[in-house]
């Protein structure tokens, strides 16, 4: 189910630095070079495959930006926001 407006506020005070972006949940990470940001992304989509949900994003060297919505919904939902915090914590394992 589509989140509400304030559902929505209340996922951005427990997410680290999302934000909305054209109805979507959007974050841009940045790495040491190309390598460690393919790495970032290589484990985000095995765990993206794993739940059968799958983010929108774009790399140039050593960023990444993703973008996240429940296609099926046509917006955001739970889902995007399970996906997100289980990409912050891949992003925190790797720049730590
Ligand atoms: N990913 C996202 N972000 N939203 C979806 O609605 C979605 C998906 N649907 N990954 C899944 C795959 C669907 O297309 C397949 C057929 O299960």
Request: aromatic letters at 8%; glycine letters at 6%.
């Amino acid at each position: 189910m589509i989140l509400t407006n304030s559902e929505l506020n209340e996922v951005l005070k427990e997410l680290d630095g999302w934000k909305i972006v054209d109805n979507q949940l959007s974050k841009e990470f940045k790495f040491k070079g190309f390598i460690q940001a393919f790495g970032f992304m290589t484990e985000v989509a095995i765990t993206a495959e794993t739940m059968d949900h799958h983010p929108e994003w774009s790399n140039v060297y050593n960023r990444v930006i993703i973008n996240l919505s429940t296609h099926s919904e046509g917006g955001i939902t739970l889902l995007d926001k399970e996906l997100a915090m289980k990409i912050d914590s891949i992003n925190n394992s790797i720049q730590s």
